[in-house]
Each structure stands twice: as C-alpha cells, then as structure tokens.
C-alpha cells in the first residue's frame, strides 16, 4: 500500500475545519484545475481527472472533529482510500491532515505517486487559503 500524506495548519477551531470537510459538496474548492464534471452531495462525490479517470467516492466513515474516510463506490483503478484528519493544536488552530492510500503496483507507483501526491498538497494548499 502507498501512503502519500499532506498536511496544514489551519487558523480555525477543529470543529469548524471538521465542519467544512465532513460536507463533499466544499470538497470541489480543493481540487485542481484538471478536475471536472464535478457532482455531489454531502455524502457522495463523482468527477474527471484529466486524461486519467473517473471517479466516484462516498464517504464511508465518520468521526466526528477527528476524522472522516471516503472509499470509491465504483470500481477504480486501483484500490484506494481518501481520509481527513482533523487534530486541536491546543492554541485554537488546527492540523488538517489529508491522507491518500493507493493499492499500487510498482509500475502504477511510478506513474500515480507523483500526481497523487501533487493532489493531496494541493489540496491542503487551497484549504488552508479557504479557512485561513
């Protein structure tokens, strides 16, 4: 399994942050440029990747101000995992961690990690700039 990871400090209480990430519908203000055909609700997201694939992702658990797992609803092209951590840094301001685990073989390792990796700072990138 591919662990790629990424994470931000958020000048928000968690509970505001957990709020923003638990509804899907605030996950198209995270994603790139090379994201389209976006729909979803609070629960369900479905959208392009440029030149790569579709997808369609559900979130599958919740906890709530601690985390929240999204797993794909139809079949990917390879087995993957999309969570949030959320975590109090003590001083009102909060570590939003995204973690994305891709079931890779070595040859898909060498084309998807990057990108994958390029995706979650992104989008721990935009949602630091969004929620300050």
Do not use: C
């Amino acid at each position: 399994m591919t662990i790629i990871e990424s994470n931000a400090e958020i000048n928000l209480p968690v509970e505001k942050v957990y709020q923003f990430l638990a509804d899907l519908n605030n996950h198209q203000q995270l994603m790139p440029d090379n994201i389209y055909n976006w729909v979803s609700t609070a629960d369900t997201a479905s959208f392009t990747i440029q030149n790569m694939a579709k997808l369609a992702i559900h979130i599958s658990e919740r906890v709530e101000n601690e985390k929240l797992i999204a797993l794909p609803t139809e079949k990917s092209p390879f087995d993957l995992s999309l969570q949030w951590t959320v975590k109090d840094n003590g001083n009102g301001t909060t570590i939003a961690t995204h973690t994305i685990s891709a079931d890779l073989n070595m040859m898909m390792k060498m084309l998807a990690a990057g990108p994958l990796q390029k995706l979650a700072d992104h989008q721990t990138t935009k949602l630091k700039k969004i929620l300050g």
